[in-house]
């Protein structure tokens, strides 16, 4: 079904209503930016962390995930004329998006007990998807932090994919549970008013 | 170069990849990023050179984890296809205006809710940046201290980020607002005021750069 609706999205619309709200369709570029303008606020605490997938995480706990969907498909896009490895991990931000999504529905940010465990589970998950692709592809070279601790798990004596996944782990797990957090952060001190205008904000943080 | 449809420059830069990483290694990835970083050289090489320039400087950092992790054939094997990823993109981010990509999406009949997205995409990226610079600096003003533990970096982290994403959020009322008022809610589709051409013969040549590849993935799988 979530698929059918992003095909609606790349397709050319027929005379008619459009396929989404006016008002999520303004969400997408601002989530869009978000996760790539956080990258300031992390520069300025010095702390390893990437926040990339954080408007796809939040455009999710809003509005959904087909609206996540196209968010996080935009990130790797923009992020690719940036840097074109980026592309390939296409996939893991769509990943996000679902997983975003099914925590949304349970209600999983109504809290940081709930939010971060919930983090750590999608670090896990992204670092299990994106292990092959950085493997086969770029042979774990994908960013400097990435390769130097692939480097660190072969000096440790792991075999190649197994330094590869552990470099994806260790960047990946704790940068989903500050993602997690912060998005949870986030929904708590949106006005009501203004969440109650998104479809599932009120949802992802157990107020219905 | 720029003068092209830019369908055909996505086109180009979406085939070299391609061949990349379906041609056999090290000669086809090594070909194809010599491909590549002759691009930018065509129209005018004094300008080309910066963009080959910025290409090797981008590429560089790979080869080096390549060595790194790897023996030397892998290392070539994997380095050419890289390369003629990175020196392909960088190209097409140099010759390809946005402004030209959404009209000639608009008069393809695309949607233009794939259009705007795109278009409001790279527009708020600066913005938003240049906000959470203001952001950061407003605060150390007030005294927030990024230093010391790494509890407390989180915490300066969430007093950083907090004030960003929410006045982003806020911003979605009134870009909602400016939309509808545009009468983007309706759904007529856009006349566009300046389509780019788009000749016969890059149109035979986009079909023929995606039969060539799926020729030479048939051949490599055969």
């Known amino acids: ?208 | 170069m720029s003068a092209l449809h830019p369908f055909s420059l996505l086109a180009i830069a979406a085939a070299l990849p391609a061949f990349a990483w379906i041609l056999p290694a090290p000669t086809g990835g090594l070909a194809t990023a010599g491909l590549a970083l002759m691009l930018p050289l065509v129209p005018d090489p004094r300008w080309g050179v910066r963009v080959v320039r910025l290409a090797l400087l981008t590429a560089a950092p790979f080869w080096l984890f390549l060595r790194l992790l790897h023996d030397g054939p892998t290392t070539v094997a994997i380095g050419g296809r890289i390369t003629t990823m990175v020196a392909s993109f960088v190209w097409l981010v140099a010759v390809l205006s946005p402004d030209r990509l959404v009209e000639a999406m608009v008069a393809r009949g695309w949607s233009l809710a794939v259009a705007y997205v795109f278009a409001a995409t790279l527009s708020a990226v600066p913005v938003l940046k240049a906000r959470a610079r203001r952001i950061v600096e407003a605060q150390r003003c007030r005294g927030l201290s990024p230093r010391g533990s790494v509890a407390n970096r989180l915490r300066a982290l969430r007093a950083l980020a907090l004030p960003l994403v929410l006045s982003a959020l806020h911003e979605v009322d009134e870009r909602t607002l400016a939309l509808e008022t545009r009468g983007l809610g309706a759904g007529v589709p856009r006349t566009p005021l300046a389509a780019p051409p788009d000749r016969p013969a890059e149109r035979v040549a986009r079909w023929a750069l995606l039969l060539l590849c799926l020729a030479a993935l048939i051949w490599r799988l055969a």
């Open chain 1, 1 to 208: 079904m979530s698929l059918a609706r992003v095909y609606i999205y790349l397709w050319p619309v027929p005379h008619g209503s459009w396929p989404v709200s006016v008002r999520l369709l303004a969400l997408i570029p601002v989530a869009v930016a978000i996760s790539l303008a956080l990258s300031a606020a992390v520069d300025a605490v010095a702390l390893p962390l990437f926040l990339d997938t954080t408007g796809t995480i939040l455009a999710t706990a809003l509005a959904g995930p087909v609206v996540g969907i196209a968010v996080g498909v935009l990130t790797s896009a923009v992020n690719t004329l940036r840097n074109p490895t980026f592309w390939p991990f296409v996939v893991v931000q769509v990943i996000v998006a679902l997983y975003a999504g099914l925590a949304a529905r349970a209600g999983l940010f109504r809290s940081l007990k709930t939010a971060v465990p919930t983090g750590l589970g999608l670090g896990v998950i992204a670092s299990l998807t994106s292990t092959p692709i950085s493997y086969f592809v770029f042979g774990c070279t994908t960013t400097g932090g990435i390769a130097l601790t692939t480097a660190l798990g072969r000096a440790l004596g792991l075999p190649p994919l197994g330094a590869c996944f552990f470099g994806s782990f260790v960047s990946d797990f704790g940068d989903k549970a500050v993602t997690f957090a912060l998005v949870a952060a986030v929904l708590h001190a949106l006005p009501r008013r203004t969440a109650a205008r998104f479809p599932l904000a009120l949802r992802a943080i157990g107020a219905t």
